[in-house]
């Protein structure tokens, strides 16, 4: 079946632009990831969701950052005012299940995020 | 606070040498460790998922172990081939009541034919 799909794949913002970033995770999964990466570093965490519910968001760095899911399929991260240290990828994951991560995660290929 | 190391930062060796990629984690109190390839320019993709109750996994030419109570994980390469040149990254997942998998920064591999 289709895997975890990501849109735009490229994003270029100004700064002070609100940007909006997709992710269609696969069908029937419940846990849904997103992810930062910094340029030679490894994802960091921002935010997860089980089916519509936000359990954690821990990991978002400002208030300008926020996500949904309202009918627990597909998710979108927003910021807003993007700043240059925006720029990275962010990457998205879904899983089956996410008991203590049981299940294997499975990543999208990610949005890079440039913002000028 | 669970810190993720792995070493080295990058590998570079000739095609046909068995290899090992090395991971360390701080907080022994894990649920499982995942190792995953990432090519440039695109997303993770799941290697090994080791459970805390085992110490390896294997699949094709890759074994992965672990030993949690040491807090380290290796991956295996057997027979390196050019197409397995690409960054390394393993994720631990800990039993602190959060949603998250903490990463390493990854090990760059390039296979020379």
């Known amino acids: 079946g289709a895997g975890v799909s990501q849109s735009p794949r490229y994003k270029v913002a100004k700064r002070g632009q609100d940007v909006a970033l997709r992710c269609d995770p696969i069908?029937?999964?419940?846990?849904l990831f997103w992810y930062q990466q910094a340029l030679g570093q490894g994802p960091e965490f921002l935010t997860y969701?089980?089916?519509?519910?936000?359990?954690?968001k821990s990991g978002l760095p400002s208030d300008r950052f926020f996500a949904e899911r309202p009918e627990g399929s597909v998710s979108t991260l927003k910021i807003q005012r993007t700043q240059q240290e925006d720029s990275a990828v962010y990457l998205c994951?879904?899983?089956?299940?996410?008991?203590?991560?049981?299940?294997?995660?499975?990543f999208g290929p990610g949005t890079r995020l440039t913002v000028t | 606070k669970q810190e993720v190391t792995q070493i080295p930062a990058a590998l570079s060796v000739p095609e046909g040498e068995n290899l090992v990629l090395n991971c360390s984690f701080t907080d022994s109190a894990i649920y499982n460790l995942q190792w995953f390839r990432q090519d440039p320019g695109k997303g993770l993709t799941s290697l090994l998922l080791i459970q805390s109750s085992q110490r390896e996994q294997t699949s094709g030419r890759l074994n992965a172990s672990l030993d949690k109570s040491s807090g380290r994980s290796t991956l295996y390469i057997a027979a390196s081939q050019p197409g397995d040149s690409a960054t390394y990254l393993c994720a631990v997942w800990t039993t602190s009541g959060t949603y998250k998998y903490i990463f390493g920064t990854g090990t760059r591999l390039k296979v020379l034919a």
């Open positions: 969701f089980q089916n519509e519910a936000q359990l954690d």
């Open positions: 994951a879904s899983s089956l299940l996410s008991l203590a991560g049981s299940y294997e995660q499975y």
């Open positions: 069908s029937g999964h419940v846990s």
